[in-house]
């Protein structure tokens, strides 16, 4: 599986962004899908997930504020970022994982948000 994120960029706090990933290769293989961000010198953390029965969960830090979606082709999700504030500043990585339970990563995408 090959993960392609996009929409990473800088905004002003109290703005928005949305993220998008795109998955290829080995598609029926793919059961969750997510996003991850890891902010300078933090670990990485898990933003928001979609498990493969559309169960959605997410960090207590962005409830309310951010949103995941993903098509129905389970190719492509999505993670809507509204009311950003500074901390929410960090490179975000879309995820999935196998129904075998092997993780893919994509590439980082920086997010800044700027007080």
């Known amino acids: 599986v090959q993960l392609q994120a996009s929409g990473g960029g800088l905004v002003q706090a109290g703005g928005s962004l949305r993220l998008s990933c795109a998955a290829s290769g080995s598609i029926r293989s793919i059961n969750n899908m997510g996003w991850y961000r890891q902010a300078p010198g933090k670990q990485r953390e898990l933003v928001a997930q979609?498990?493969?029965?559309?169960?959605?969960n997410y960090a207590d830090s962005v409830k309310g504020r951010f949103t995941i979606s993903r098509d129905s082709a389970k190719t492509t999700v999505d993670l809507q970022m509204n009311s950003l504030k500074p901390e929410d500043t960090a490179v975000y990585y879309c995820?999935?994982?196998?129904?075998?339970?092997?993780?893919?990563w994509g590439q980082g995408t920086q997010v800044t948000v700027s007080s």
């Open positions: 979609v498990s493969g029965g559309d169960i959605t």
């Open positions: 995820s999935t994982t196998s129904w075998s339970n092997y993780r893919y």
